[in-house]
């Protein structure tokens, strides 16, 4: 079973910058899908973005251009590197981790972090 920890959340003002990071252990997830999620307070759970070893990332079209998901292997810790906050930011992250597939779609999703709050105030 995968366990994941996220941390790096924070208060910014708008234009700001934050690093989320997302720790694994339990298991290798090298070669899993991994992604990113975000609810704010009223709405539904969206994807942020995904990333998956040999096909590449994908973003949501809200944080193209101003969002970065990476992952060290080696250390089995997956980043989101957020530039240019915007209000509409805001909200819980959380990251995500599934074996088959790479798609947006969160009941595929084995393994949840209990998430990390980011606040962007304008």
């Known amino acids: 079973q995968v366990q994941l920890v996220e941390s790096g959340g924070g208060s910014v003002q708008a234009g700001g910058s934050l690093r989320l990071s997302c720790a694994a252990s339990g298991a290798t997830v090298t070669n899993y899908c991994l992604g990113w999620f975000r609810q704010a307070p009223g709405k539904e759970r969206e994807g942020v973005a995904r990333?998956?070893?040999?096909?590449?990332?994908t973003y949501g079209n809200s944080v193209k251009g101003r969002f970065t998901i990476s992952q060290d292997s080696t250390k089995d810790i997956l980043y989101l590197e957020m530039n240019s906050l915007k209000p509409e930011d805001s909200g819980i992250y959380y990251c995500?981790?599934?074996?088959?597939?790479?798609?947006?779609?969160?009941?595929?999703?084995?393994?949840w972090g209990q998430g990390t709050q980011v606040t962007v105030s304008s």
């Open positions: 990333i998956k070893k040999n096909t590449g990332s």
């Open positions: 995500a981790a599934r074996r088959v597939g790479c798609t947006w779609t969160q009941s595929f999703f084995e393994n």
